[in-house]
């Protein structure tokens, strides 16, 4: 807009030290942190809890069984993380909780909890854009200043780069997200979900020895994963699969699929997509820097791939670890802390869940 002037810090400095507590819900883990901004900048994360509801192999997390793992559990996290951060839910300044996007249920029983304890204590409550926590927890822990940002996650795909106080999507998926996908087919070739599927898949992946032709799906700047899963799938009813590997009859196994082959070849095609859009987004912004987020971003071989492109361009790929990749209460804690220093609170009547709750959707006033 002509002649109007861009502040440079929209965040002031605080006066004194700032504490929140977030609580994180929206699929299978349940997690509580606490965090803190001190007048001299700094950021520090005071305790970091996490609870993980795990299905037999084979099946997924049903939106009525996963929110009475986080009714069951919400306490005894919520406690441990006071207990690490050493202090007390006297001492926060606000309650921050996941609003959106996620699974119904699961994101009203964490809702519940957050109103509850506001309620109890007298503390305002911050209700937080779960894929913009992610965003900030990354930025915080990595130093990058403006990147563009890979979001992946069993319920997200998307890449997204920051622009007038809003982080705007430039691409996504067009069907189903690419941790959805990995977990999907981990329930196909019956691959536990401890610690998680797509973490299986990652580790059988490293055992494959063939890339087998799947569908590579890029329209624009968006990517379709449903096809490929379901092609590989089908590799599954091939004559030439052998779910054990190889027996003596086969010979030398030249022609044999393995389900370690599968989950190569859907891991490398489906990661090359992703880094195809990425760089795409790179070069129309200018950006020299990608931020990797979501719990597929711990996967290593994503991670690789990313950083051979980066660096191609003669930028860098940052990432975090476990920590911070997988849904977790301090993404929640730090992007809502933001919000709240600005003056946002969510009054108790507006404090529902929205399932979907877009990433552009979100001011975010805490960026010049």
């Given at each position: 807009?002509?002649?109007r002037v861009?502040?440079?810090?929209p ?5 004194r030290?700032y504490?929140?507590l ?11 942190g606490?965090?803190?901004h ?11 809890v996490r609870?993980t509801?795990i299905?037999?192999p084979?099946e997924g ?15 005894t996290v919520i406690?441990?993380a006071?207990a690490?951060?050493?202090v007390?839910?006297h001492?926060i ?6 609003k959106g996007?996620?699974?119904?249920a ?5 809702a519940l909890?957050a109103?509850?304890l506001s309620?109890?204590?007298?503390k ?5 854009n779960h894929?913009?926590?992610?965003i900030?927890?990354?930025?915080q822990?990595?130093g990058?200043q403006?990147p563009?940002v890979?979001y ?8 997204i ?10 691409g996504?998926?067009?069907?189903i997200?690419v941790g959805n996908?990995l977990?999907?087919?981990a329930r196909?070739i019956?691959l536990?979900n ?6 299986n898949?990652?580790?059988e992946a490293?055992?494959?020895?063939r890339?087998?032709?799947l569908?590579?799906?890029?329209k624009g700047?968006d990517?379709s994963l449903s096809?490929?899963l379901?092609?590989?799938?089908a ?8 779910p ?8 030398d ?8 082959d599968?989950c190569f070849?859907?891991?490398?095609t ?15 912004i200018g950006?020299?820097e990608?931020?990797?987020v ?5 996967n ?12 191609e361009?003669?930028g ?5 670890d476990?920590?911070?990749?997988i ?6 804690a730090?992007?809502?802390?933001l919000?709240y220093?600005?003056?946002?609170e ?5 404090s529902t869940?929205?399932q979907?709750f ?11």
């Open positions: 807009m002509p002649g861009r502040k440079r810090s965040l002031k400095a605080p006066e030290p504490i929140a977030g609580l994180e819900g929206s699929a299978n883990k349940l997690g509580a606490i965090i803190k001190s007048p001299d900048g700094s950021t520090e994360v005071l305790s970091n609870h509801y299905t037999p084979g997390f049903l939106p009525r069984d996963t929110a009475q793992h986080h009714r069951e559990w919400a306490l406690k441990d006071f690490k951060a050493g007390s839910l001492d300044d606000c309650i921050c909780f996941t996007p996620g699974m119904g699961p994101l009203v029983s964490v909890v109103r509850t309620l109890l204590y007298n305002p409550l911050v209700g937080v894929c913009v926590g992610h900030e927890m990354g930025r822990v990595t990058a403006n563009v890979l992946v996650s069993g319920g997200n795909t998307q890449v780069a920051y622009a007038q106080q809003c982080y705007r999507i430039f996504e998926t067009l069907d997200a996908c977990d999907r087919f196909v019956n536990s401890d610690p998680s599927p797509g973490y898949i990652e580790q490293k055992k494959g020895k890339l087998l032709p569908p590579y799906t890029t700047m990517v096809g490929i379901t092609s590989t799938e590799y599954t009813f091939d004559k030439r699969f052998r054990h590997g190889p027996s003596a009859e086969d010979g196994g030249a022609d044999i699929i393995t389900p370690q599968l070849s859907l891991q490398e489906v990661f090359a997509m992703l880094v195809e859009i990425t760089e795409r987004a790179m070069a129309h950006s020299k990608v931020l990797v979501g719990g597929v971003g711990c290593e071989r994503l991670q690789e791939m990313m950083g051979v492109m980066a660096q361009r003669g860098n790929v940052f990432a975090t476990e920590r911070f990749c849904d977790n209460g301090i993404m929640i730090q992007a809502g802390l919000s220093r600005m003056g946002f969510t009054p108790l009547t507006k869940c929205t979907r877009r990433t552009d959707q979100v001011h975010v006033a805490w960026r010049a």
